[in-house]
DNA sequence: TGTACATCAGTGAACGCGCGTTCACTGATGTAC
DNA sequence: TGTACATCAGTGAACGCGCGTTCACTGATGTAC
């Protein structure tokens, strides 16, 4: 009775939007009340102002559902971390690039994001292909480009890489947690690990006096 | 019916003992799903063999239960780093000493430690003292007797140990989340961590040659 | 252009379940006399 | 030493609730003729 909505009836052929709408309608709840166990059949139907039984024609359980949230989730993220690192030409920039919209996609919606990377323990006995572990492979690559740049020391880059990780989740992690913490802005926290641990090191070799007149015009 | 065991009634006199009974199952509850929700009153009294209403002479609710199971996992917290700081003389193994600690509180129930933290946002009306953020003036305290005693050349303790402080809560949440990710040893990825973000340094002022025989006897 | 009808996109009622919580109670244990 | 009784430490039945899921159904929409 409840609903948000009296909403209108797909036409046919189109039925298949209403799948889209019980995802976002499942993301939303997710976020909302911070806890999986609140991503009910019943609560998405009220969400978005349907019956509840006319989601079987979609999914074939609740289970299902949570699933796609968080599959769509960890795609969604590859696509964010894919953007940033292209949109930055120098290697060491390139990774800043990509922790920071890292941190900003926790950021965005972080009960989403602790239930990514809370689920799998329960789930174990599920051995999937795990596109989950992607966004690390990213963040390994970013790493192992600025050591070939020469613009990093690391000489062990994935074991530097899961550091760095493990420092960028625990930020996702914490800082929505505790937000009466003194928190320093983000991006000073995320200097900090770069700094830290990715072993950023300027380009010494060239050695020229003084960069000349650039090739691009100074001026646009 | 299905109960764990035919409980002895407690004596006379003795009957607050079945509150510690249900808090320790509310603990085994927590660790084994990994879920908040299935901390019931029911799935307690099934686990210590009473009735469930019996819960009701402890305490007034479900939520008084799992609240009070979340702050003796605090308490418990600190006093495991108290102890783990106060067995090492050195600061700088002291400082270590403490993260390892942690790390492996984290370790030995990875389900609980997440709900400890995840908890905050659930109830941010509730103003609590803040007990819970203990930790982390235990980790500053040891940051800045580093740099004290010239081991640490950190020139903000707070900001350093914030830095440090999220890389620890990262792995002690990542790392039973991924059992499939190649993990290097804890204490590697540990003294990554400390070389990159505590600013270690060797005391370097007193310049003795050789450390001459100590004012202690070398054995005992 | 009109109409019978198949199909699509759902609905409403009902099931059995586990839950938190309330209530009136019970029976062993200790104590006053 | 014996016994009535108060108290302690619980119990069993029942409530109303929201849940996942099943089932038989409905009514608007498009299509064949």
């Given at each position: 009775?409840?609903?948000?909505?009296?909403?209108?009836?797909?036409?046919?052929?189109?039925?298949?939007?209403?799948?889209?709408?019980?995802?976002?309608?499942?993301?939303?709840?997710?976020?909302?009340?911070?806890?999986?166990?609140?991503?009910?059949?019943?609560?998405?139907?009220?969400?978005?102002?349907?019956?509840?039984?006319?989601?079987?024609?979609?999914?074939?359980?609740?289970?299902?559902?949570?699933?796609?949230?968080?599959?769509?989730?960890?795609?969604?993220l590859?696509?964010t971390l894919q953007e940033a690192l292209s949109g930055e030409?120098?290697?060491f920039a390139r990774l800043r690039a990509g922790c920071l919209a890292y941190l900003q996609f926790g950021a965005e919606?972080?009960?989403?994001?602790?239930?990514?990377?809370?689920?799998?323990?329960?789930?174990?006995?599920?051995?999937?292909?795990?596109?989950?572990?992607?966004p690390?492979?990213l963040l390994?690559?970013a790493?192992?480009?600025?050591?070939?740049?020469?613009?990093?020391?690391?000489?062990?880059?994935?074991?530097?890489?899961?550091?760095i990780w493990?420092a960028l989740?625990?930020y996702a992690?914490?800082h929505?947690?505790?937000?009466?913490?003194?928190?320093?802005a983000t991006e000073t926290t995320l200097d900090r690990i770069l700094s830290?641990?990715a072993?950023?090191?300027?380009?010494?070799?060239?050695?020229?006096?003084?960069?000349?007149?650039?090739?691009?015009?100074?001026?646009?």
């Amino acid at each position: 009775m409840p609903r948000t909505a009296a909403r209108q009836r797909n036409r046919r052929g189109e039925g298949a939007k209403l799948a889209s709408d019980i995802l976002a309608a499942a993301n939303a709840l997710l976020e909302e009340t911070g806890s999986e166990d609140a991503v009910t059949l019943r609560a998405i139907a009220r969400h978005i102002g349907i019956a509840a039984p006319s989601i079987y024609e979609h999914f074939p359980d609740r289970e299902t559902i949570v699933e796609a949230v968080v599959d769509t989730a960890f795609v969604e993220l590859h696509h964010t971390l894919q953007e940033a690192l292209s949109g930055e030409p120098e290697p060491f920039a390139r990774l800043r690039a990509g922790c920071l919209a890292y941190l900003q996609f926790g950021a965005e919606r972080p009960n989403r994001y602790r239930v990514m990377f809370a689920r799998h323990q329960h789930i174990a006995p599920n051995p999937r292909p795990s596109p989950r572990v992607d966004p690390f492979e990213l963040l390994v690559g970013a790493l192992t480009d600025c050591v070939k740049a020469g613009v990093s020391t690391s000489n062990d880059p994935v074991g530097d890489a899961t550091a760095i990780w493990v420092a960028l989740h625990g930020y996702a992690t914490l800082h929505p947690s505790l937000p009466g913490f003194p928190w320093p802005a983000t991006e000073t926290t995320l200097d900090r690990i770069l700094s830290g641990l990715a072993h950023h090191t300027e380009k010494t070799r060239p050695r020229t006096r003084r960069p000349r007149a650039k090739t691009r015009d100074a001026k646009r």
